[in-house]
């Protein structure tokens, strides 16, 4: 198995799936606090819309897709709470329009839209450098802005009402913790997909729930599994020659029955 290492794209992947397990721990944590699973969901079908512009204007679809997800992550919060619209109505409306905007972008554009099927459903093995470069960028920015409010985000995933009556900006805290969720999915995108998302969102840090209620020993718990399963999932992916996306959310799926199962009988 070591001698695998000796290809460049298995070291990139290996890479990518360290820089993802950042992303989807730290911020998987807060998701799962807060239960806005469904609220991640929109945000990822939403940057579909930012790959099929990418395709259209001739610019890296990971690119392209990360103004997508932020505008996606402050247009469902402020939908939610300034149009009384609601978070389910304002993600269904952002989920639709954002894949239905990605469809026409790439209809509109020339020729063959390459590499689409891995947008949709991941590719770990063909991320190449620059992506891992973005990725690493993302993650910088994902961990200041964790850094900068945690207490803050703590507070708010705990006790919104009384987080506000103490003098927190509640609302811009919110819109903040959704951009980074926005951020994470496109880190999550060549790994994934858009489709798989929010299954290595949220995962890492369900599992980790299991065994620690301490909100920075589960951030490092979900990073740690993170890591534990992509890099597993990937391993099986190429050995038996299987889609590494849907691998390795089946591994994280595996251990997350398995650690349900141990926490019911120490119950």
């Known amino acids: 198995m070591i001698e695998i290492l000796e290809y460049e794209f298995m070291r990139n992947a290996l890479a990518a799936a360290a820089l993802v397990s950042i992303a989807c721990g730290v911020v998987g944590t807060f998701v799962v606090i807060r239960k806005i699973v469904f609220i991640s969901g929109g945000i990822a079908h939403a940057a579909f819309g930012g790959i099929g512009l990418g395709y259209l204007v001739g610019i890296s679809p990971i690119v392209a897709a990360i103004p997508f997800s932020v505008m996606s992550a402050v247009g469902i919060g402020m939908l939610s709470k300034k149009a009384d ?20 972008f790439i209809h509109m554009s020339e020729g063959y839209a390459p590499d689409l099927f891995s947008y949709l459903f991941g590719s770990i093995l063909t991320v190449p450098r620059q992506d891992l470069i973005m990725m690493l960028i993302l993650d910088v920015l994902i961990l200041g802005g964790v850094f900068l ?119």
């Open 149 to 267: 409010f945690y207490k803050e985000f703590v507070g708010l995933s705990f006790d919104e009402e009384f987080s506000t009556v103490v003098g927190i900006p509640a609302q811009w805290l919110n819109l903040l913790l959704l951009c980074l969720v926005g951020l994470s999915v496109v880190a999550l995108i060549r790994v994934v997909g858009v489709v798989l998302v929010i299954a290595l969102l949220t995962m890492p840090a369900a599992i980790a729930r299991y065994f620690t209620f301490n909100v920075k020993k589960m951030m490092i718990l979900s990073v740690v599994i993170g890591v534990m399963g992509t890099v597993t999932g990937l391993f099986i992916s190429y050995v038996g020659d299987l889609p590494s996306g849907a691998t390795i959310v089946l591994v994280l799926g595996g251990v997350l029955l398995g650690s349900t199962v141990l926490k019911a009988q120490r119950r």
């Open 85 to 104: 619209m609601g978070e389910d109505a304002a993600v269904g409306v952002l989920w639709t329009l954002g894949m239905a905007s990605g469809v026409v």
